[in-house]
C-alpha cells in the first residue's frame, strides 16, 4: 500500500498540533480537515471512543475521498462510574474550567476528592469505506486536588500522573507527548504508516 497524503480530520487547533508533531517527519503530506470547509461534521454519538473514531473517520473519507485518521478521546474518572468519558467534550459547562469546577463537585457529593483516573484516545484510519488501522490507548493517573499547571488543553490540570508527580498541564510538551494517550496512539500509527509509506 502507498500512502502519499492524510487528512487530519480535527477541528481542535491543539490537538492538530501534537498529531502533526508526531507524524511530521513521515514521508506524508498533513492535511487539516479546515482544508475541506464544505465538509459536514461527523456525528459523535457512539457508545465507545473505538466506535466514535471510526465513525468519523469513516465520515471524513466518504466527505473528501482522501484517507483519513479521526481520534476520540476523554477523561475517566472511576468514582464518578467514568465519566464523563465519551462525553468529555459535551460535559456541563462553558469551557474547560467550568466542566472541571462541576467534576470537583459531583465528586465532593460522594465524599472525597480522590479518584482514579485516565486518559483514553482511540484512533482510526480509514479511506473509501474501510478501516485499515484501529487502536486504543491510555494512560493511567488520578484526579489531582485542584486544578495545576497552565500548560496543556483541555482537562489537563485536573490530571495528576503519579510518576511525575505533576499535572500534565505542569510538565513540558515533550514530557507529556511521552506518555500521553495521543501520544501513545499516534505513535502506534506512526509505526504503522512507516511500514505502509516504503
Partial sequence: MSLSRIVIATTNSDKLREIEQILTDLPLELVPLS???????????????????????????????????AEDSGFEIDRLDRAPGV?????????????????????????????????????????????????????????????????GFGYDPMFLYPPYGRTLAEVSQDEKAAVSHRGQAFRQLRAWLARATL
Fill in 35 to 69: 482544508a475541506y470547509p464544505g465538509v459536514s461534521p461527523a456525528p459523535e454519538d457512539q457508545e465507545t471512543f473505538e466506535a466514535n473514531a471510526r465513525q468519523k473517520a469513516l465520515h471524513y473519507a466518504a466527505a473528501t475521498g482522501e484517507v483519513v485518521v
Fill in 87 to 151: 462525553r468529555s467534550a459535551r460535559h456541563p459547562g462553558r469551557d474547560y474550567a467550568e466542566r472541571m469546577a462541576t467534576l470537583y463537585a459531583e465528586l465532593e457529593a460522594r465524599g472525597p476528592r480522590e479518584s482514579r483516573a485516565r486518559f483514553v484516545c482511540a484512533v482510526a484510519l480509514a479511506s473509501s469505506g474501510a478501516v485499515l488501522f484501529e487502536t486504543r490507548c491510555t494512560v493511567e493517573g488520578a484526579v489531582a486536588p485542584e486544578p495545576r499547571g497552565t500548560g
